[in-house]
């Protein structure tokens, strides 16, 4: 497995750079965002995840470990490929894709090229609360039984846990009992409405 990748860039295609990987004289295709073409460095370090398609492997470079967060947590979305995943952080940096998640919004993710109104709509349905920037992110806390209770109480009245994680995250931070956050989060999940 490839995780990290350094080296001298030797050539710059359409959507990769061919890698001079630094002491094994290998050359490597790595698909990246946009951004890594324009920036004319000659010598990277690229944060890789690896992945083989019919076609071949493919290797996806990012310039940072978030950005390589943003790309696995989108391959989790039914329907979303390396390549497409690398094609949405081309079109925007990661705090654009917490924005559109947290505000719900599909069109950034329609702007994406292979994107459509559902393929948009599920990767909000399947991120939002749980693809979060790492400094956001909620910290391991003495509540954490509860918020275990929480989860396990509406898995049992048969929400799934992308939907139950989406709104147990709203209650986050707020000084309330198990039974108040369960409530809160059956409201939240209320205004919801279930998805299909």
Do not use: C
Request: hydrophobic share 40%; charged share 25%.
């Amino acid at each position: 497995m490839i995780a990290e990748l350094r080296g001298e860039v030797i050539d710059r295609r359409e959507d990769s750079l061919v890698v001079l990987a630094d002491g094994t004289g290998l050359g490597l295709e790595v698909m990246v965002p946009d951004r890594a073409l324009d920036d004319g460095e000659s010598h990277v370090r690229l944060f890789t995840s690896l992945h083989v398609a019919t076609d071949g492997p493919m290797l996806a470079g990012f310039g940072t470990a978030e950005e390589l967060r943003v790309f696995k947590a989108l391959l989790n979305v039914n329907g979303v490929g390396p390549r497409m995943a690398v094609r949405v952080l081309s079109t925007h940096p990661a705090s654009r894709i917490y924005e559109a998640l947290d505000q719900e919004d599909p069109k950034p993710f329609q702007a994406v090229s292979g994107i459509g109104a559902r393929t948009a709509n599920r990767i909000i349905l399947e991120l939002r609360g749980k693809l979060v920037p790492e400094d956001k992110a909620p910290a391991e806390t003495a509540d954490d039984e509860n918020t275990r209770e929480v989860l396990e109480a509406l898995l049992g009245l048969g929400y799934t846990r992308t939907e139950a994680t989406i709104a147990l995250n709203q209650t986050i931070g707020e000084p309330m009992s198990v039974e108040a956050r369960i409530a809160a989060a059956l409201r939240d999940l209320g205004g919801r409405g279930r998805t299909a």
